[in-house]
Every structure is written in structure tokens, then in C-alpha cells.
Antibody
């Protein structure tokens, strides 16, 4: 069946970087893209950005521009999200979600989600 | 950017009652070329990722019980649970995927009275 399996929990110091992976299975990887969504403890959902696994097109949330990099590896069917210069308020569960392969107006909502990766920023 | 606003923030109802959650977008999410509303609803239980319930504003995701329904168009949308069950206790989010940045409502916490 269609699955997204994310890497394990991370603890990082302020100023460090973290790279979360999201391995896809059960479908043709390049027919879709990925959005990344984060959720701070007790808070709502925040969209971080989108990457197409088809053509590599990317769209980042403005507040994360310059600190986030999203990528895909079609040889391993894996998507990645790297966040740099970590701050305490980056502590959150990070989710990958399957999205459309091309941008608007072709977005289609998030039918499949990864299990989430807890990233804790602590000194 | 499109801002999504849900109401109420929380809701406590008795088992079997009807639950109604509203979602308003700051601009229309109806795409005129295909007449589709780019609006989804998700359910999130503690310790779990969100689960899609409804997409295109009113299409139920496969496997979702038919007591869940979505309605609305343009800027105003509603998620209705026709008869509340104990397993429906969760936080519910609306999301627009009309344009980037995609955005979510702040969430509505649904509890049993």
C-alpha cells in the first residue's frame, strides 16, 4: 500500500541543522510531489513548502526562505527537508505529505502523510 | 496569502448530536476553470498525523464514515458530523490548496460533553 516513512526523532542545539527524510513506497514516485508541514507542541499545522518529485520545482513558505531546503532522490524514492540555523521555536513534529507533481492549480490536498518526526531544539 | 479562519475554536457535544464546524477563507478558493473548491478537511487525534476526511470541499475520502460531510463554496465552508461518536473526539482542520502558500485554519477541538 502507499506509505511514507520518516526518519527518527532528532535533538539539536540552537544554530545547528537537521535533515529529515521521507521514504515513499507503493506508488510511482515521480508522479507526485511532497509538502512539508510542521506542528509545534500543542499548536496547529504550518505549511513549510512543496517540492515536485517530477521536475524538482519548489515553493517555500516565505518565513522559512533562506533556512530551508527541500530535495528528492528518485533513485531511493526519498524526499528530504533540511532546516538550518535552528532556533528554539523550530521545536516541532515535522510531517511529509504526498502532494501534486505540479504546482497550482494542480494541488490536490494531502491524502497520504508520514508518521511525523519530532525535532527538539535544546541547549 | 490566503488566511483560513475556523469557528468555533472548541466544541463540546453529547453523543449522537450533530457537530458543525465552519471555515472561512480570506479570498475565494473556487477555481473557475474547473468549478472546484480547493478546500480539504482533516481530523487529527493525539499523537497521530492528520487524516484527510474531505477534499474538493465535499468529496469524502475513501473509508471515511458517511456521517462526515462537507459543504460550501467560494469563501465559506462547513464540516458536519451528523451523529457524534466517541471516536470523533479530535482536532479538525480546514486547508486551502488553491494557491501557495497553502494554509490551514487554526483548528477546532471537538469533545464529548
Amino acid at each position: 500500500q502507499v506509505r511514507l516513512v520518516q526518519s527518527g526523532a532528532e535533538v539539536k542545539k540552537p544554530g545547528a541543522s537537521v535533515k529529515v527524510s521521507c521514504k515513499a513506497s507503493g506508488y510511482t514516485f515521480t508522479n507526485f510531489g511532497f509538502s512539508w508541514v510542521r506542528q509545534a507542541p500543542g499548536q496547529g499545522l504550518e505549511w513549510m513548502g512543496w517540492i515536485s518529485a517530477y521536475n524538482g520545482n519548489i515553493n517555500y513558505a516565505q518565513k522559512l526562505q533562506g533556512r530551508v531546503t527541500m530535495s528528492t532522490d528518485t533513485s531511493t524514492n526519498t524526499a528530504y527537508m533540511e532546516l538550518r540555523s535552528l532556533r528554539y521555536d523550530d521545536t516541532a513534529v515535522y510531517y511529509c505529505a504526498r502532494d501534486a507533481s505540479v504546482g497550482p492549480p494542480h494541488f490536490s490536498g494531502f491524502h497520504i502523510w508520514g508518521q511525523g518526526t519530532m525535532v527538539t531544539v535544546s541547549s | 496569502d490566503i488566511v483560513m479562519t475556523q469557528s468555533p475554536d472548541s466544541l463540546a457535544l453529547s453523543l449522537g448530536e450533530r457537530a458543525t464546524i465552519n471555515c472561512k477563507s480570506s479570498q475565494s478558493v473556487l477555481y473557475s476553470s474547473n468549478n472546484k473548491n480547493y478546500l480539504a478537511w482533516y481530523q487529527q487525534k493525539p499523537g497521530q498525523p492528520p487524516k484527510m476526511l474531505i477534499y474538493w470541499a465535499s468529496t469524502r475520502e475513501s473509508g471515511v464514515p458517511d456521517r462526515f460531510s462537507g459543504s460550501g463554496s467560494g469563501t465559506d465552508f462547513t464540516l458536519t458530523i451528523s451523529s457524534l461518536q466517541a471516536e470523533d473526539v479530535a482536532v479538525y482542520y480546514c486547508q486551502q490548496y488553491y494557491s501557495a502558500p497553502q494554509s490551514f485554519g487554526q483548528g477546532t477541538k471537538l469533545e464529548i460533553k
